[in-house]
């Protein structure tokens, strides 16, 4: 059984950082495609950041191209995302994701195709 969570949110002001961690348990975590979304209040939820450690690939929405980097420690079973300059739109709950299956394209930015959720974490970015 496969399971997710996140820590890492909190409050901040804008320009600064906060890094959060999913660890996800179950399985062999390097088989699995990782990826952070993020649900703002009357929003739908968006992809953030992905990451396939065995074939060291990582993509960006565009909205945090430069500001976010997406990580893993493969020993630890750990991914991470470093969010620095902040800004108060980035506030959301910030949700990791996991699954075992290969995307083609551009399919991994769709929350659907994932299976394995954490509970989220919530940032806030005050201004």
């Known amino acids: 059984q496969v399971h997710v969570l996140e820590s890492g949110g909190g409050f901040v002001q804008a320009g600064g950082s906060l890094r959060l961690s999913c660890v996800v348990t179950g399985g062999t975590f390097t088989n699995y495609a990782l990826a952070w979304f993020r649900q703002a209040p009357g929003r739908q939820r968006e992809f953030v950041a992905y990451?396939?450690?065995?074939?060291?690939?990582?993509y960006y929405s565009d909205s945090v191209k430069g500001r976010f980097t997406i990580s893993t420690d493969n020993e630890k079973n750990e991914m991470y995302l470093q969010m620095s300059s902040l800004k108060p739109e980035d506030t959301a709950v910030y949700y990791c994701a996991a699954d075992p299956k290969i995307f083609w394209g551009d399919t991994y930015r769709a929350p659907t195709n994932f299976d394995y959720w954490g509970q989220g974490t919530q940032v806030t970015v005050s201004s």
């Open positions: 990451v396939r450690s065995i074939y060291r690939t990582t």
